[in-house]
T-cell receptor
Framework: AQKVTQAQTEISVVEKEDVTLDCVYE???????LFWYKQPPSGELVFLIR??????QNEISGRYSWNFQKSTSSFNFTITASQVVDSAVYFC?????????????FGAGTRLAVHP | DTGVSQNPRHKITKRGQNVTFRCDPI?????LYWYRQTLGQGPEFLTY????????KSRLLSDRFSAERPKGSFSTLEIQRTEQGDSAMYLC???????????FGPGTRLTVL
């Protein structure tokens, strides 16, 4: 099965707290890509990051960091020192080699609320 | 780069009516995708085009749904005889060939009364 699970439906934090959004995936393919997208209230999905299955290096971009662990099939996303503008729904997605990387398989999303 | 655009942004229709949505991809992107997102869920793949050819359709795409990309540029998604269960956000995305990221438009929110 090709599947993405985001077990946290909603998370609520106070500004400046660190928060980690979990993502667990399932795929039979050895080659695949993982993504995180942000969906603010306006509705548009905003691309955040793409990782391929052969690159397990963690990545940091400003306050955002990602931890990819193939051993646990996880691709977690941490926001450091959260801000109100981080409030959105965050989606983790998988695109396997099967089908030519054309189909994005999304998790159900995690709604993050950052309060002042 | 101009991003992916979609029109209309909102559509309210009565059950049984036909509706058509339009997507204009990023200009150099030859692949175009349609997804549907219902409340509280992640987007689900519907179909995709490489240039003007429709290469894959999901089982979610019933006979009442048809998508076209006649000149390999913009695409339309038509829903005939709409049902209340069609109420959702319809998202369009595009990307270049090879391994690349899909970039999404703002979506069309459909409400069927």
């Amino acid at each position: 099965a090709q599947k993405v699970t985001q077990a946290q439906t909603e998370i609520s934090v106070v500004e400046k707290e660190d928060v980690t959004l979990d993502c667990v995936y399932e795929t039979r393919d050895t080659t695949y890509y993982l993504f995180w997208y942000k969906q603010p209230p306006s509705g548009e999905l905003v691309f955040l990051i793409r990782r391929n299955s052969f690159d397990e290096q963690n990545e940091i971009s400003g306050r955002y960091s990602w931890n990819f662990q193939k051993s646990t099939s996880s691709f977690n996303f941490t926001i450091t020192a959260s801000q109100v503008v981080d409030s959105a729904v965050y989606f983790c997605a998988l695109t396997p080699e099967t089908g030519g990387y054309n189909k994005l398989i999304f998790g159900a999303g995690t709604r993050l609320a950052v309060h002042p | 780069d101009t991003g992916v655009s979609q029109n209309p942004r909102h559509k309210i229709t009565k059950r049984g009516q036909n509706v058509t949505f339009r997507c204009d991809p990023i200009s150099e992107h030859n692949r175009l995708y349609w997804y549907r997102q219902t409340l509280g869920q992640g987007p689900e793949f519907l179909t995709y085009f490489q240039n003007e050819a429709q290469l894959e359709k999901s089982r979610l795409l019933s006979d009442r749904f048809s998508a076209e990309r006649p000149k390999g540029s913009f695409s339309t998604l038509e829903i005939q005889r709409t049902e209340q269960g069609d109420s959702a956000m319809y998202l369009c995305a595009s990307r270049r060939s090879g391994v690349d990221t899909q970039y999404f438009g703002p979506g069309t929110r459909l409400t069927v009364l």
